[in-house]
C-alpha cells in the first residue's frame, strides 16, 4: 500500500476512460516496485498471457480499492489518481496502525465480491456473512491447522452460502473457490492467515492448490479488534 501510495504522489497517472483503473503502463511500473512483484506476463504452453487491464492484477487491484473505499486516494475515469490528506497521514502513521486501517476497511466497508468478480454472487452475499465468518475464525487455535476444504465446507453451511446454478455438478468446487478468495487469501495477505500448499498435476501442467490454514497470534489479535 505504501508502494501505491508513493507512486499515486508522485507521478499522478490519470484514470482509463472506461473505469478509472490505473493504465497498464502504472500498473507495470507499480508492480515493479513491490516487495514481491506479481507476474505480468505468463507463459502457459506456447502462449503468453498479459494484464489487459488493472483487474487482472488481484494484489495491486485489491489495494487500489482499499485505498479508494478508505479514501486514502481520489480520482477515476479520465481524473487524476492523487492521495488525500487521509493518504498523506497513512504515510506517516506507523505500520501496525496501517495493517489495523487495511483491515478495517476491507472488513466493514469494501464489496467483498471485488475478489471473486462472476455473475453468481451479482444478488450479494448472504445476510451475517461477515459475523458468521470473523465468529467461526475466532474458534480457530492459533497455529493449529485445519484442512481448508473443511473450514470452507463448514462456513458454506454456516453462512448458507449457494450458487445459482442448475447444474450443481461442480457447485461445492466454486463454493470452496469463493470461500478461498473471499475469506483465507485476504487475511492470509493481512498476515492473519498461514496457508500451506500442494502440488497438483492436472492435464500435465502443475500448479499449487491450497489445502491447509492455521490462524495465526498477529490474526487472533487483529480479529479480536474487529
Known sequence: ???????????????????????????????????????????????????????????????????????????????????????????????????GFMLDV???????????????????????????????LLELKVGKPISYEQFADELVVMTRLTWPSEDQTFVDDILRSVIARLVVYPLAGFGCLECEYKTKTKYGFKSKELADMRLTQLGKGLLEVL
Open 106 to 136: 476491507w472488513w466493514h466497508y469494501e464489496d467483498w465480491r471485488i475478489a471473486f468478480p462472476v455473475s453468481g454472487l451479482s444478488e450479494g452475499l448472504p445476510p451475517d456473512f461477515r459475523k458468521i465468518t470473523l465468529s467461526r
Open 1 to 99: 500500500m505504501v508502494t501505491l501510495l508513493n507512486y499515486l504522489k508522485e507521478k499522478r497517472p490519470v484514470g482509463t476512460q472506461s473505469t478509472g483503473n490505473l493504465p497498464l503502463k502504472a500498473v507495470r511500473e507499480v508492480c515493479a516496485q513491490f516487495v514481491d512483484p506479481p507476474i505480468l506476463d505468463e507463459k502457459i504452453g506456447g502462449r503468453v498471457y498479459k494484464p489487459r487491464s488493472e483487474e487482472d492484477v488481484f494484489w495491486l487491484f485489491f489495494l487500489h480499492m482499499l485505498a479508494n473505499t478508505g479514501g486514502l486516494v481520489a480520482g477515476g475515469q479520465a481524473r487524476i489518481w492523487k492521495l488525500t490528506s487521509s493518504g498523506e497521514a497513512f504515510l506517516k502513521a506507523a505500520a501496525p496502525l496501517q495493517l
